[in-house]
Every structure is written in C-alpha cells, then in structure tokens.
C-alpha cells in the first residue's frame, strides 16, 4: 500500500469535493494511484511570493500554478483592494507573456476580478512586463497583474502584482495581501466574470508606452552615429518582439538584424536550453548572426522583456558578453556623464542597486556626487526606493542579474529601454572613433578593476528546499574566518537584520528588511554574498573582487574568484 502524509492527504482531499471541476478531480486520483511522490511535490506547501512574485511549475495543486491557486490568489487581491479603495472604481490592467497557459490564466483572472466588480484592463496579446507597469500608471490602475515566470524553464509560470505606483508589492502590503489569501477557502473563489468589466487593450497603451521610451532611452545620438551602427537582437521566442523593433525604429536605429528563428513566441524555446540572457549559450544564434552581418552590438531579452544581455567587440575585434553589472555599470556611467553635462546634477539625485551587485556603481555615483542607495535582490525595492525618498530624482538603477531601469515612467526592470539605452552607448562611442568596450575599460582604469561572478545550484523539489535550508545554516552557524586567503572582517545576516564587524567585535543593525541573504566582506575589498532564490529551486553565491594592478589584472581577479569558489566547495 502507498503510503501519503495525512497532512498532504488532507489536502488532496479538499480537491476531490464538487467545487473543483471533473477533469481535476480524476487527475488527482491517477496521481494517488500511480505517483505519490509527484503527489506530495504538488501538495506539501503553497506556493509563495518571492522576490519576483509567484512561480511555479505548472499542474495540480497548492504548490503549483493553475487556475485554483491564480483564482484564490485573485479572490484574496480583490477582497484587499476593496478595503483599500472604498467607494472608488477600482481598477486592474493584466498582461502576459508568451508561455503555455499564460493568455488563458491571465482571462482566469481578468473573470475574477471582474466577477467581484473590479474593471479590468487586459491585453488582448502578449506583452513586455515593463509595458504593464506603465500602463497601470497611465490608466491610473489601482493594481495590475502579469501571468509570467521570466526566464524560468518551460513548465513554469507565474503571477506578479503591481501597485497603483507602478512598482511590484513589498511589505507591509504583501503580508496583508498573503494574509487575506490564506484566510480564503477555494470555494470563495468568484469565477463567473462580468465581462462589460473586461476592455481589451492595445495599441494606445503600446504608443504611448514607445514614445516615452524613445523619450527616456535617447541621448542626441547623431543620425549618421544611427545610421552606420548595426545591431543583432533576439527576443528569445519571448514578449519583446512586440516592442523592442518598433522603439528602435522610432529612435532612428534602421540596420537592426533579428534572429528569426527565435523571433515568433514559443513558451517551449525550442532553439535554447534555457531563454535567460545570463546564460552565454541563449545568445549563440545571435553572436553567429552578428558574425556574418559584422554588427557592432548584440542584444537579447528574456520572455518577459525585463532582461537583456549585451555583446559588443572587443580590441580584437571579436564579440565579447557583458556580464550584468558591467553593463549597469556602463550604464550608470553614461548617465551620470549625461546629466552632468546637462547641468542637471544639483545632488538632489540618486542610483540604485542591489546588496548582490558590484560596488562599482556606488563608486561611480560618488564621483559624480549623486546619492546611491543600495536594496535587497528584486527590482520592487528600487521602485520602493522611489516611492521612499520624494525629494530625490531617480536617474537609473540596476543589478546584477541583467536588468536595468531608466527613469521613473516604468517601476520594473525595463529591457526596452536599456535596449535602447545600450545602442545609444556604443554608437556614440563607435562614432567618436572608440568602443562601449574601450569605454568599459576607460571606466575600469578610473574606478578600479572589479570583476563578478555567479555559482548557481539546482536543487529541486521538498529534498532540495531541504539541502538550501542546511547549506545556509551551515554558513551562518560556522562563518568562514578567512576566504582565498584574506581574513573576513565584516558578515552581514540579512535574516537577523545585522551585520558583526569581526576586527572590532561589535555587532550592529542593518538599515533593511530581513531576508535570507548572508554576505561576508574580505581584507582584500572582496564580497562573497549567499541567497536562496525567493522564484526558483536555486541557491546563489555571488562573488566580487577587485584591484588596483593595472597589468595582468585579468589573471589576478580571475585566481581570486577561484580560490573563493573552491573553498566554498561550490564550483
């Protein structure tokens, strides 16, 4: 006999009662018959919201995505934005992106938002995450909803919400939105829709939302600086092929190349193992591509078009990959350069990154006299640094894992406008006899030579939640008195709020939220962060060297990175 945990049995048997239709009450019991420990996998907990929202593998029950847990999630933000906005039109705007289900999840929740009187803005195709964000503040939303996992594998997918702000939820909000869920049974869910409530929407939302990246993304490149740049993109099989070749047009970029075989949308990716532009193998299609076109630059974004990765040609004339704070550090830069000499800098402006992103940009915005403030992992705490300090402009902000965001009309990581941002980079820079390359450098050799590096584990399922979980107990309970070398002289743990300086003994409190992040900080300048992914089945290591040798650097920061990694016994 096939033994279940009366727990997770409990559980199942509330999806075999009437409420839940024929189809998934039958699937259920094949898998009680035939796959328990799918069973238990599918049953053992509820999803949760990370630090991108709700991901999951697509199937039945609490611990997947399908219509009950997106409808419960849906009825739990219906009830909260009723107490919040009393006697008001409460409105959604809703997008999504090109995976299995996303366009029928996304009318699952447009029908119980409207079921419960809320109107509701969808898009009647796929779109960029970034165009959602705006258009809840340019119909001036209450809330709003993308059905995504971004660049997670196939068989996921995900729901993210948006305040009125533009931004993804933070707290307090999302432990009261998660509170009024959970307090919800599934047969609360309002699934009839009243579809007078439900306006498709499409191209003023996109119009508006191109013309204010073309505004945001450009920086008076000359016409023939546009003219004699060629440019290699590839959307992934993914939303940004909706945008990304029409706000280059616009712009004035007309020698764009894309790869069509991964231009039309496909939730399988089928020319990539993984569609996530920090992996060098999603860009191989491009980098061939821009071999024979001879392009200056290659871009590609993730399925949701809130990542890019970014190639360009080196001193030799070969097509070299940007890690993610290499080009937000370019980025940043290139900025600050502008605004400075615009005279706009009055140092009542600020940058952003991430606790897990490279301290070069907190050097760079020194320089210049701009305010850096600096947020745990997830771009809703840049957006929430916007809402937290009123009396400061955003110029643009980043972290490590490609993503970018230029201005305050969007309040996510925006692809399409760092797309366009990039291309304006090295155009100028090619048109004034130079490089984005040579740039980089030029940049390296002012503010010292840093270099990043991710070790990214897999560890899937209840077994594999159970190895992160020990792995970061072991790390806190037995910090490392010395890494490659170099003795440790601070330790943060996010989770407790403090951070212990070990040459003074003294342990202090952190200015941030808690979280599941640990960081030790090196006599060498070196930083070693880990983090559990709060969207996949993932323990991260980020490491960060740097120096001040101007020769054979590369070798020095390479051998630092890996010491680091071999002691950690992660490489």
């Not at 402006?349 to 210049?368: C, D, L, N």
């Not at 490392?480 to 003074?504: C, H, P, Q, W, Y």
């Amino acid at each position: 006999m096939i033994y279940v945990d009366p727990k997770i049995l409990d559980k199942v048997n509330q999806w075999l009662t009437p409420f839940f239709d024929q189809k998934t009450q039958h699937d259920i019991k094949e898998m009680i018959a035939n796959d328990p420990e799918g069973l238990e996998d599918s049953f053992y907990k509820s999803l949760e919201f990370g630090t991108g929202g709700m991901r999951g593998i697509m199937g039945l029950g609490d611990n997947r995505i399908n219509k009950y847990t997106l409808g419960k999630n849906t009825q739990g933000l219906s009830n909260y934005l009723k107490t919040q906005f009393p006697k008001q039109e409460i409105k959604v705007a809703i997008a999504y992106d090109c995976r299995h289900n996303s366009k029928e999840f996304a009318k699952v929740v447009a029908n119980v938002f409207s079921a419960n009187g809320i109107k509701v803005f969808l898009f009647s195709e796929l779109r960029p995450t970034p165009e959602l964000s705006f258009a809840v503040k340019h119909l001036n939303c209450q809330a709003g909803i993308v059905l995504t996992a971004s660049h997670n594998p196939p068989e996921y997918n995900g729901y993210k919400v948006y305040w009125e702000d533009g931004g993804q939820l933070v707290p307090p909000q999302d432990g009261e939105i998660i509170a009024e869920i959970n307090s919800l049974k599934y047969e609360d869910i309002k699934f009839d829709a009243n579809e007078n409530l439900i306006q498709f929407i499409d191209s003023e939302v996109d119009e508006a939302f191109a013309k204010a990246s073309v505004e945001n993304g450009t920086f008076n490149t000359p016409k023939e600086a546009k003219d004699k740049f060629k440019i290699v993109f590839t959307s992934l099989h993914g939303t940004s092929i909706t945008m990304i070749p029409k706000v280059l047009e616009l712009a004035g970029y007309n020698n764009v190349s894309i790869v069509e075989e991964q231009a039309e949308p496909n939730g399988d990716f089928p020319t990539v193992k993984s569609p996530n532009p920090e992996e060098p193998a999603a860009l191989k299609m491009a980098l061939e591509l821009a071999e024979k076109e001879n392009a200056d630059i290659v871009i590609g974004t993730d399925p949701d078009c809130d990542r890019l990765g970014v190639a360009v040609r080196n001193a030799n004339n070969e097509m070299v990959l940007l890690n993610g704070n290499q080009t937000m550090v370019l980025m940043t830069h290139f900025l600050l350069e502008k605004w400075e000499k615009a005279g706009k800098l009055n140092g009542k402006q600020f940058v952003a990154s991430t606790i897990v992103s490279t301290p070069m940009v907190k050097k760079v915005a020194a320089h210049y006299n701009v305010k850096y403030i600096e947020g745990l992992t997830g771009f809703k705490w840049i957006a929430k640094m916007i809402n937290d300090f009123p009396e400061l402009e955003f110029i643009g902000g980043g972290e490590e894992s490609f993503g970018y965001l230029v201005g305050d009309f969007v309040r996510d990581k925006d692809a399409v406008t760092a797309t366009l941002l990039a291309c304006e980079i090295a155009a100028q820079k090619k048109h004034a006899g130079s490089s984005m390359f040579e740039y980089l450098d030029a940049i390296y050799n002012e503010f010292g030579n840093y270099r990043e590096h991710l070790i990214s584990i897999t560890k899937k399922g209840k077994q594999g939640a159970e190895e992160i979980s020990a792995m970061m107990k072991t790390l806190r309970e037995n910090p490392f008195k010395e890494i490659a070398g170099s003795k440790v002289v601070r330790m943060d743990d996010v989770s407790k709020n403090e951070t212990t300086n070990f040459l003074k003994q003294e342990t202090s409190t952190l200015n941030l939220p808690k979280s599941n992040v640990l960081i030790y900080y090196t006599e060498d300048g070196s930083k070693i962060a880990a983090r559990p992914s709060g969207t996949e089945p993932k323990i991260k290591f980020y490491i960060s060297v740097n120096t001040t040798e101007k020769t054979n650097f590369e070798e020095i920061l390479q051998k630092k990175i890996n010491a680091i990694a071999a002691q950690l016994n992660v490489s």
